[in-house]
């Protein structure tokens, strides 16, 4: 999947996504749409997305 904001603002949107979410959702989203986690990961924090329960890789 091409990759880009809109793309990342559609997928936290679909997925209910505000302020905050579990790593273990995170790494969902990303295989879901087929998303990098690193970039992915520097939207949302640029974007006030905060990350709870990381004991997963992200």
């Given amino acids: 999947m091409h990759e880009n904001p809109i793309t990342y603002q559609k997928a936290l949107n679909a997925s209910a996504v505000a302020d905050s979410l579990s790593c273990d959702k995170a790494l969902a989203i990303c295989k879901i749409f087929e998303f990098d986690h690193a970039p ?3 939207y949302c924090e640029s974007h006030q997305i905060t990350f709870t329960d ?3 890789d992200f």
Avoid: L, T
Wanted: charge should be neutral; hydrophobic fraction near 35%.
């Fill in 40 to 42: 992915f990961r520097e």
């Fill in 54 to 56: 990381c004991s997963a």
